[in-house]
């Protein structure tokens, strides 16, 4: 090799004059990936470190309640209903006499569970039968998308006020479980548009041509490259989820007493607005903070994710 050259081999890895190891094939192939590319985006998004430090934030308080709020949550004493927030208690008193910031701070673990229980469900089985549907087309597709639309057809907020009113005692299992199975329909068809796209490309059609079987199809070339959306959709939907549990125990049918949720605070606060509206602003504001993150999160994950927005 001439002397002047830039570059050399040493011990079979390319290097330059000086010693410095070049990058290979697959380092590169690396480095321009979907996924470090869309990292390399979120680092330099100011709203992805906002929303993530509040879901962060929220996360904490859901497993250590106690380390920012001391005063039981159920603990309530009639001769301060309805006190106003002072010195030793930020939020107040609700109508009962219990701490309104304590009982904002515990809700926050029963929200978060019914959204991760949701959004984990809603994921593994939406993006089950949705890939499948996409993958195998022909009768499988017909019958699953003929499944989906009759759920579509069903209003999540009337078929939870049915459902749930016919089941005794309220849990974050039951309320999860609803909505799991009217919550799926939507990302099985996102995740059916995204399967079929990802069938077409050169590489999966290589693949089937070199043998390769319907499982590592599916979990090697196709599912990697289907997930994109799914992410996206999962992390709004998680906030979404938070919100219609809310919903649902402010009508009544969703998680009962004695559970701390925001929905059953803001039920029981909104009968007193007038006469004490702190009980009814920092709940709805705890649940507004949330729902927001969420949806912030998943707007910056879907700009980095999609490469038409570069």
Same mark, same amino acid.
Not at 99 to 109: I, L, M, P
Not at 117 to 138: K, R
Not at 227 to 253: C, R
Not at 287 to 299: E, H, K, N, P, Q
């Given at each position: 090799?001439? !002397?002047?050259? /830039? ?19 697959? *380092? ?14 979120? @680092? ?32 309530? /004493? ?8 002072? &010195?030793?208690?930020?939020? &107040? ?7 309104? $910031?304590?009982?904002?701070?515990? &809700? ?46 069903? =209003? ?28 799926? =329909? ?5 995740? @059916? ?9 050169? $590489?999966?059609? *290589?693949?089937? *041509?070199? &043998? ?13 490259? *289907?997930?994109? =959306? ?14 219609? !549990? ?11 007493? =004695? ?50 927005? @570069?």
């Amino acid at each position: 090799m001439p !002397e002047n050259t /830039d570059a050399a081999i040493l011990d079979g890895v390319p290097t330059t004059q000086d010693g410095t190891a070049l990058p290979t094939p697959e *380092a590169r192939d690396k480095a321009r990936s979907l996924w470090n590319d869309a990292w390399y985006d979120l @680092r330099r998004n100011p709203v992805f470190y906002i929303s993530s430090l509040v879901i962060l934030f929220l996360v904490f308080i859901s497993i250590w309640p106690g380390a920012i709020a001391h005063a039981d949550p159920l603990q309530c /004493d009639l001769i301060n209903s309805q006190n106003g927030p002072s &010195g030793g208690h930020w939020f &107040g008193y609700d109508q009962q006499g219990c701490d309104v $910031y304590s009982r904002t701070v515990h &809700g926050a673990r029963n929200s978060v569970e019914v959204g991760l229980l949701s959004t984990v469900g809603v994921a593994v089985l939406g993006s089950v039968l949705g890939g499948l549907a996409g993958y195998f087309g022909g009768w499988l597709d017909a019958i699953l998308s003929r499944l989906s639309d009759i759920f579509f057809g069903i =209003p999540i907020l009337l078929g939870g006020v049915v459902f749930l009113s016919a089941v005794k005692g309220g849990s974050v299992t039951t309320v999860s479980t609803f909505i799991i199975l009217l919550g799926w =329909p939507q990302l099985a068809r996102i995740a @059916r548009g995204a399967v079929i796209t990802a069938k077409e490309q050169d $590489y999966v059609l *290589a693949a089937k *041509a070199l &043998g390769a079987g319907h499982t590592r199809m599916l979990l090697r070339h196709i599912g990697p490259n *289907a997930l994109a =959306p799914i992410i996206v959709w999962s992390t709004i939907a998680l906030g979404t989820f938070i919100s219609l !549990e809310a919903t649902l125990s402010f009508l009544g049918v969703g998680l009962k007493p =004695p559970a701390v949720s925001w929905g059953i605070d803001i039920s029981a606060a909104s009968e007193q607005i007038r006469n004490a509206p702190h009980m009814l602003l920092f709940p709805a504001g705890a649940l507004s903070i949330t729902v927001l993150a969420f949806i912030l999160l998943g707007d910056a994950v879907r700009d980095a994710l999609d490469p038409k927005l @570069r």
